[in-house]
């Protein structure tokens, strides 16, 4: 079966990095862009980056332009998020998401992990 | 980017009764690339109905999803007790996708 699994959240003060992870199990991994999305405590959705299939291609959401990147490892089935001076404002559950198709355009997710937490907080 | 609205905030139903799930866009959603998920606490969204109008694997066919254009509708024909959760719409018809802020399903 389909499995996402993130990992690497925390409690982190303002200014320092993370990075989360995103393990992939269960469909062909190379044949799936992967996104994350957030949602802050208590409020809704909102989309932060993909990564096309073969990693060649991403694209972010304006608030963490030049502050996130998305990278991944396709012979570890994993997709990564590093994220840089981080400030309150991205307290959040990070998930990631399988895209239905294989770039960076825009798609829905038939896939979601169970999400971890990222706390920025002094 | 695109400003989805989605009403009521909350509807609050029993067992059995109609529910209607409203989601306006501040511009044409692109092919009707719209997507409704369902969210329970602490719990990843899962998705339910997309384009606008397909039933994701698994989901029974008291879902069903309808509109073009800027206006958007998810049904539930009749309300089970697993049905009570949050639902969110999508677009990603134009980059950046974008979300709105959910409709609670909640027992009245």
């Known amino acids: 079966q389909v499995q996402l699994v993130e990992s690497g959240g925390g409690v982190v003060q303002p200014g320092r990095s993370l990075r989360l992870s995103c393990a992939a199990s269960g469909f062909t991994f190379t044949s799936f862009a992967v996104h994350w999305v957030r949602q802050a405590p208590g409020k809704g959705l909102e989309w932060v980056a993909v990564?096309?299939?073969?990693?060649?291609?991403?694209s972010y959401a304006h608030p963490v332009k030049g502050r996130f990147t998305i990278s991944r490892d396709n012979s570890k089935n994993t997709v990564y998020l590093q994220l840089d001076s981080l400030t309150t404002e991205d307290t959040a559950v990070y998930y990631c998401?399988?895209?239905?198709?294989?770039?960076?355009?825009?798609?829905?997710?038939?896939?979601w992990g169970q999400g971890t937490l990222v706390s920025v907080s002094s | 980017e695109i400003v989805l609205t989605q009403s009521p905030g909350t509807l609050s139903l029993s067992p059995g009764e109609r529910a209607t799930l409203s989601c306006r866009a501040s511009?044409?959603?692109?092919?009707?690339?719209l997507a409704w998920y369902q969210q329970k606490p602490g719990q990843a969204p899962r998705l339910v109905v997309y384009g606008p109008s397909r039933r994701a694997a698994g989901i029974p066919d008291r879902f069903s999803g309808s509109g073009f254009g800027t206006d958007f509708t998810l049904t539930i024909s009749r309300v089970e007790p697993e049905d009570f959760a949050v639902y969110h719409c999508q677009q990603y018809g134009t980059s950046p996708p974008t979300f709105g802020g959910g409709t609670k399903v909640d027992l009245k």
């Open positions: 990564i096309s299939d073969d990693g060649s291609s991403q």
């Open positions: 998401a399988r895209a239905m198709v294989r770039g960076i355009i825009p798609s829905c997710h038939d896939y």
């Open positions: 511009q044409t959603i692109r092919n009707g690339y």
